[in-house]
C-alpha cells in the first residue's frame, strides 16, 4: 500500500505570496490532519478533514486554510505568507477521526521557507 | 500549549543500552501515542495505549502508563544506531469547543544512540 504523499517536498516563496501544499493519503482513509513543524513551537495542529469536511481546527489565523477532496485528498494554503510561516509542514492520514484511538500515517512533509 | 510534554530534551547512549523516555500530560485522555521521527522526515507511529491500560510492549518497546500521574514513559532495549531519532508522545484532548477529540503533540526527545 502506498504511503501519504506530500508534494512539493521543497518551497521557496517571498513574503506576501500564497502557497498551496499537496497530500494524497492511504487508499481508504478518509481523515486527513496537517501540522505545522518548528523548532521552537514543535508540532502544531492546524486542521483535520474528514470525509471533506473540517472536522477541528487549530489555533492558527485565517490565512492558513484547506479542502478536501471527494478522494480524500487534501490542500491546504498560506496566504499573504510572512517569516514566521516557514515550517515543515506534515500532512497525515487515519481510518477514522484522530482522536478515535486511530494511529496517524504521515508524510514526509514539505520544508517551506518564507524569504 | 502543549499537552503532552517529553522528558528529558535530549539522551545520548551507547548501543546496547535501554533508553527511557518520559512524557507527561494534563487533562484527562483516552490513549495515548508515542511516534518517532527521523531527521527531515515524517512521524512513524509505534505504539498506542489506552486509558485502561497500565502497560504495552512491541518489540523492543516497552510503554506505560500512570493515569493517576498523567504520565507514561517510553523504553527501548537494547538500543542500535538505526533507533537515533526524536521521539514524541502524543494524547488526544478535546477542543476548545468540546466537540471533537484531536492529537496533540509534545517536543520530543532527541535520542543519540551511539555505535
Known amino acids: 500500500k502506498a504511503g501519504v504523499t506530500q508534494t512539493p517536498r521543497y518551497l521557496i516563496k517571498t513574503r506576501g505570496q500564497q502557497v498551496t501544499l499537496s497530500c494524497s493519503p492511504i487508499?481508504?482513509?478518509?481523515?486527513v490532519s496537517w501540522y505545522q513543524q518548528t523548532p521552537g513551537q514543535g508540532l502544531q495542529f492546524l486542521f483535520e478533514?474528514?470525509?471533506?469536511?473540517?472536522?477541528n481546527k487549530g489555533n492558527f489565523p485565517g490565512r492558513f486554510s484547506g479542502r478536501q477532496f471527494s478522494n480524500s485528498r487534501s490542500e491546504m494554503n498560506v496566504s499573504t505568507l510572512e517569516l514566521g510561516d516557514s515550517a515543515l509542514y506534515l500532512c497525515?492520514?487515519?481510518?477514522?477521526?484522530?482522536?478515535?484511538?486511530?494511529?496517524?500515517?504521515f508524510g514526509n512533509g514539505t520544508r517551506l521557507t518564507v524569504t | 500549549s502543549q499537552q503532552g510534554e517529553e522528558d528529558p530534551q535530549a539522551l545520548s547512549i551507547q548501543e546496547g543500552e535501554n533508553a527511557t523516555m518520559n512524557c507527561s500530560y494534563k487533562?484527562?485522555?483516552?490513549?495515548l501515542q508515542w511516534y518517532r521521527q527521523n531527521s527531515g522526515r515524517g512521524l512513524v507511529h509505534l505504539i498506542l495505549?489506552?486509558?485502561?491500560?497500565r502497560e504495552k510492549h512491541s518489540g523492543r518497546l516497552r510503554v506505560t502508563l500512570d493515569t493517576s500521574k498523567k504520565s507514561s514513559s517510553l523504553l527501548i532495549t537494547a538500543s542500535r544506531a538505526a533507533d537515533t531519532a526524536s521521539y514524541f508522545c502524543?494524547?488526544?484532548?478535546?477542543?476548545?469547543?468540546?466537540?471533537?477529540?484531536?492529537?496533540?503533540f509534545g517536543k520530543g526527545t532527541l535520542l543519540t544512540v551511539n555505535p
Open positions: 487533562t484527562s485522555i483516552n490513549n
Open positions: 478533514y474528514f470525509s471533506e469536511t473540517q472536522r
Open positions: 502524543a494524547t488526544d484532548a478535546r477542543n476548545s469547543g468540546g466537540s471533537n477529540y484531536k492529537l496533540t
Open positions: 487508499s481508504g482513509h478518509r481523515s
Open positions: 495505549i489506552r486509558s485502561n491500560e
Open positions: 497525515a492520514s487515519s481510518l477514522l477521526l484522530s482522536g478515535a484511538s486511530s494511529p496517524l500515517h
